[in-house]
């Protein structure tokens, strides 16, 4: 290991600790379960949710298989709703430069093909 990679790594443990701190001072408890991404100790919040100051985000915990399938399936569709978005961004620069009225046309027709799906993934989320 080189000297720079041991000060990142002691920059980084310093951060995750300053972090937990952080959510200690807010009022969280932390727990004895173990965040599957990074390895560092949950809190739970005021909601009772699971929650790392780590990957500063919310952690579901499964609790049988249909959760797990739950989980995965709203995994997918928020990673698909990123791809659609990457390319509604694209086509949206596409459009503005575009003049030739059939490849604006083809292209306005994309779009709205892909805000539609991106609404109909918003649904399935929510439901
Ligand atoms: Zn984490």
């Known amino acids: 290991m080189r000297y720079c990679d041991i000060i990142m ?10 972090k937990m701190a952080n959510l200690l001072k807010k009022g969280l408890t932390m727990t004895a379960e173990i965040c599957p991404a990074c390895n560092s100790p949950l809190f739970l919040d005021k909601n009772k949710e ?6 500063d985000k919310k952690v579901v915990k499964a609790t049988d298989d249909q959760d797990v399938e739950n989980i995965s399936i709203e995994g997918n569709l ?14 949206s620069i596409l459009i503005s430069k575009e003049s030739e009225i059939e490849t604006l046309n083809n292209l306005t027709t994309l779009l709205n093909n892909l805000l ?7 649904n399935l989320i929510k439901n």
């Open 50 to 55: 699971l929650f790392c100051g780590a990957c």
């Open 78 to 91: 928020q990673m698909v709703k990123k791809i659609l978005n990457q390319k509604i961004e694209k086509i």
């Open 116 to 122: 539609n799906n991106i609404s109909k993934i918003n």
């Open 9 to 18: 790594n002691v920059d980084e443990t310093d951060l995750a600790i300053k």
